[in-house]
């Protein structure tokens, strides 16, 4: 079996993580204003059935950027919680490797002079 190697870099992935915070953060606040305030001016100058039907869709609307908002941010807290764990695991291995002395019993060996 090949030895597989994986590289984390730690710091795009928490940059990464903060970026996607960033969206989030945009869009919930896209949904909360501008959207809102949207709907409003809809529901203030405008009466009858499609009036109606257009701010439900709106409200459907703002609804979906304010779920996707909430996934991003649960992803972006994901990448981190991942990004720590795998660099705390590193770190461990990292120190019970510093940790181990190794021993080389075979014949030949710098330990067994022939």
């Given at each position: 079996?090949?030895?597989?190697?994986?590289?984390?870099?730690?710091?795009?992935?928490?940059?990464?993580?903060?970026?996607?915070?960033?969206?989030?953060?945009?869009?919930?606040?896209?949904?909360?204003?501008?959207?809102?305030?949207?709907?409003?001016?809809?529901?203030?100058?405008?009466?009858?059935?499609h009036a109606d039907n257009y701010i439900k869709k709106?409200?459907?609307?703002?609804?979906?950027?304010?779920?996707?908002?909430r996934d991003l941010k649960n992803v972006a807290n994901?990448?981190?919680?991942?990004?720590?764990?795998?660099?705390?695991?590193?770190?461990?291995?990292?120190?019970?490797?510093?940790?181990?002395?190794?021993?080389?019993?075979?014949?030949?060996?710098?330990?067994?002079?022939?």
């Amino acid at each position: 079996m090949a030895n597989a190697l994986i590289k984390v870099d730690f710091e795009k992935a928490f940059q990464q993580a903060n970026e996607l915070d960033e969206i989030a953060a945009n869009l919930d606040n896209l949904q909360k204003t501008d959207l809102a305030d949207c709907m409003a001016e809809v529901s203030r100058n405008w009466t009858g059935d499609h009036a109606d039907n257009y701010i439900k869709k709106g409200a459907k609307t703002r609804n979906d950027i304010n779920e996707t908002a909430r996934d991003l941010k649960n992803v972006a807290n994901a990448i981190r919680e991942m990004a720590k764990r795998h660099k705390k695991a590193e770190e461990d291995a990292e120190k019970i490797a510093n940790i181990r002395t190794y021993r080389c019993d075979r014949p030949g060996s710098s330990e067994y002079p022939d």
